[in-house]
């Protein structure tokens, strides 16, 4: 086991170097379904180290047998997947394969977040190659696809009987792109909004911002369209049919969620709407910009008075803050601030919605 661990750990080690260094990993490709997703083998390996983990975490809750976990070609286990102690999370009494609940997803989902902790913020990890290609990285992320991660993981360890890196990324393509094949540069879902509305409709979440006391948001998506010449693969849609399509796609998305009233929690509001914020919840901080939706996404992380991660319903007293890929702190990990605290301090800024895990 120690063996395990060491090698794994070292995996891990070099890989976060390389990317300090601005040197990526290796990167490989795996047939899934009709997509070649990219990945590295620290990636995979490290999916399926958690994958494990959430089984486990059922095992012992359950005293159901875990799902074997198998990585394609990548041994599991090779490398540490952070420092979870066993029995601090477990998903509740969900056997593996069967439906659960929001609760079991939530814990499931904050098993992957810590086992993340400490990984590299590095933006822009899907913007590789010149055309559209599925990129799958756990050693890197940013704050929608840490989410993503950590909500897919649980999602395929709690529902696939024996789950592999494939059906993990099989969830992953599911959730960012809207078709299984994957082709243009507009297949993928670029609006937090569309990924929740999605997400909902799929009955992976349900958008509680109302529940909580919100209001309807007079704040039209088109951010994107109306700033194609910040984005690489939109900036030449006048001389590029590919982009031009592209660009025609992501603009009639915008009109399309624009039909449907956009909701949050306005700032002045938050500090009281938090106290009906669990653990696990989907946090989306709205975005003051002009056609933009969201500006930062993060996982509530709801601690009582003596500091132990709680779910459900949080007893008072209880410090309602959020774990999250930092780009300030360049790392995933549990922000000092709570999420109220974080919304107050920044103008830019409009409040929360926030969004629950079925």
């Keep these: 086991m120690m063996k395990k661990y060491f090698y794994g750990g070292l995996l891990s080690l070099v890989a976060g170097t390389l990317f300090s260094l601005g040197l990526p990993a290796q990167e490989i490709r795996i047939q899934v379904d009709d997509n070649e997703i990219i990945t590295t083998v620290a990636d995979t390996t490290l999916a399926a180290e958690i994958l494990q983990r959430i ?26 997947a952070g420092d979870v102690k066993a029995g601090e999370v477990t998903p509740g009494n969900v056997p593996p394969g069967k439906a659960n609940d929001g609760e079991a997803t939530a814990r499931a989902a904050l098993v992957a977040a810590r086992a993340l902790l400490d990984q590299p913020y590095v933006a822009s990890t899907l913007e590789g190659g010149d055309h559209e290609q599925p990129r799958i990285y756990l050693t890197r992320t940013d704050c929608i696809l840490f989410v993503e991660a950590c909500h897919c993981l649980a999602h395929t360890a709690l529902t ?53 006391g919100g209001s309807v948001w007079e704040h039209p998506i088109g951010y994107m369209s109306h700033n194609a010449s910040k984005y690489e693969h939109l900036k030449n849609a006048a001389s590029d049919p590919v982009q031009r399509h592209d660009l025609a796609v992501i603009a009639r998305v915008e009109n399309d969620l624009n039909a449907r009233p956009h909701t949050y929690i306005p700032r002045e509001q938050v500090a009281a709407a938090a106290e009906g914020i669990r653990s696990g919840d989907i946090i989306c901080y709205c975005s003051g910009v002009e056609g933009l939706d969201i500006a930062h996404v993060a996982m509530a992380w709801v601690t009582d008075p003596e500091g132990n991660l709680v779910f459900g319903d949080a007893p008072a007293g209880s410090r309602i803050g959020f774990v999250h890929a930092s780009m300030a702190g360049m790392k995933v990990m549990v922000d000092p601030k709570t999420i109220a605290d974080y919304v107050a301090g920044r103008k830019g800024l409009s409040g929360i919605k926030v969004v629950r895990p079925y």
């Design 55 to 80: 089984a486990g975490e059922v095992r012992r809750a359950t005293d159901v047998k875990a799902p074997d976990v198998q990585a394609g070609d990548v041994k599991a286990g090779d490398v540490k």
């Design 160 to 212: 696939v009987s024996h789950p592999s890196f494939s059906d993990y990324a099989r969830n992953v393509v599911r959730r960012r792109y809207r078709e299984p094949v994957v082709r243009n540069y507009s297949d993928r879902i670029h609006y937090t909004t569309e990924w929740v509305r999605r997400a909902e409709a799929d009955g992976w979440v349900h958008d509680i911002t109302l529940d909580l």
